[in-house]
């Protein structure tokens, strides 16, 4: 039983959903299950991660 609700669901995503969602954007929710290395969802958090 977990809580985690520090990180958006999709792996690669680096960024806080509004309480109680799973992701953090349309684009996350739509990429669940894909294997991402990088996160396109445009938040400043994820952005700042690219190479």
Do not use: R, V
């Amino acid at each position: 039983m977990s809580n985690d609700s520090k990180k958006c669901a999709m792996d690669g995503c680096t960024c806080t959903p509004p309480q109680g969602q799973k992701y953090c954007s349309a684009y996350c929710e739509t990429a669940k299950g894909s294997t991402k290395l990088e996160c396109d969802c445009g938040h400043p958090a994820c952005e700042s991660q690219k190479l």
